[in-house]
């Protein structure tokens, strides 16, 4: 298998939340893959052949297939004697809406400043460019106001702070897509920023120290990219 | 089986959010009951015997269960042929942290001054201390000022709103826990309150629609207190 995924100046650190997904996915199925790193400018021409334009992209065999979710509801149908990511289909589906407004967005324009700072030259015109008409604001001024942002995630980080005071995983007894699809928000910011996220007597910490060492450790070596 | 639960001056309607939680799931199993209606000063000493200060409590021959999440593992332990309310007990318990802080704290801002109109007035100056000293303001500042925990509310609705563009229930081809706990709390506001929470063709509405006529129509059957 091939999974087309997006990286920053450091080829081999990948730093998509939603590529991240999927790599935890795999590994949760025990499936081996390889990667094709790329920067952002290189993502439009690379996953052409997919029709879409944006990774995670995953090519198994004469099968490719875009768009993490996708990407992981056909892992879970094209190998159904691997261990299961879902303990329940339906509340997956519903986590991915109840985390990308609450948590992705305001984690997003938390870090955006950040990301500029990690990612390929090739890539800086073009990031700034698509990511300041869509906020509406430079990066610069984005950097000075992030404070705003970081309060909206803080607060919206709640509920799983209350949640993981008592409960080890979201999915039951071990780790499954709920607990991917906000880890690997985690692995986004910790690849890209500084930001302290949550304190350290925070239960979300104890639980990303749970999931650092779930599947190999494999979101555990993830570094700040230099 | 018995149910103790709150009510306002109406006897007939309960409005207690978590109490619907309890009154859906136990019609989505079938089950009887009587309903013991208080009134909020009548609680304490009413359900003294069950060692708790809140409703609802359930009485089931010798069992005695507070609190609605234990009711309703209570149920799902006791009454293991009759149809299960979750499609998984971990997401389940997770729901109720996702929609405590983000839904049901900011709608009790916006009605809780809807809510002093509709109580007995045996009730009222109860209510009236406690909730403005838990606010720290007068419920004549919290009316006046409603948008603000409105607006907080709508924002964290959305995730809903996306969800069910394609989606009937969260909890797969029929309703389950997540539906109850949620919709439990529109009927809360809609005992109590005439503000509109959200947009007549907003996804949230076409889902109300389908609760209202679930489990006999129990829920469709609740009217504002008079």
Redesign the interface.
């Known amino acids: 298998m091939k999974l087309y995924e997006l990286v920053g100046r450091d080829k081999s650190i990948g730093f998509s939340p939603f590529v991240w997904r999927v790599k935890m996915a795999l590994a949760h199925k025990g499936l081996a893959y390889e990667t094709v790193p790329l920067h952002f400018t290189e993502i439009k021409d690379a996953v052409a052949f997919a029709d879409c334009k944006s990774v995670p992209v995953l090519v198994d065999g004469d099968n490719v297939v875009a768009d993490s979710w996708e990407i992981i509801c056909y892992l879970e149908e094209a190998y159904p004697d691997r261990p299961s990511v879902f ?5 997956a ?3 991915n ?2 985390i ?3 948590l992705l967005a305001p984690l997003f324009r938390t870090i955006v400043p950040d990301i500029f700072e990690v990612i390929h030259d090739m890539d800086k015109d073009y990031f700034r460019k698509s990511r300041e008409a869509r906020l509406g604001r430079t990066l610069e001024e984005i950097a000075e106001d992030y404070e705003e942002p970081l309060s909206i995630f803080e ?2 980080l ?3 702070s ?2 993981f005071k008592r ?1 080890q ?4 007894a071990g780790p499954g897509y ?1 607990d991917y699809a906000l880890y690997a928000m985690f692995l986004w910011a910790r690849a890209t920023s500084d930001k302290k996220l949550f304190e350290d007597d925070d239960p979300v910490a104890d639980w990303i120290n749970r999931m650092d060492q779930c599947c190999g450790g494999i979101g555990g070596a993830v570094k700040k990219i230099k």
């Open positions: 303990s329940d289909h339906h509340a589906k519903l986590f809406f109840q990308a407004l609450p607060a919206n709640m509920p799983y209350q949640f409960e995983y979201m999915c039951g709920q």
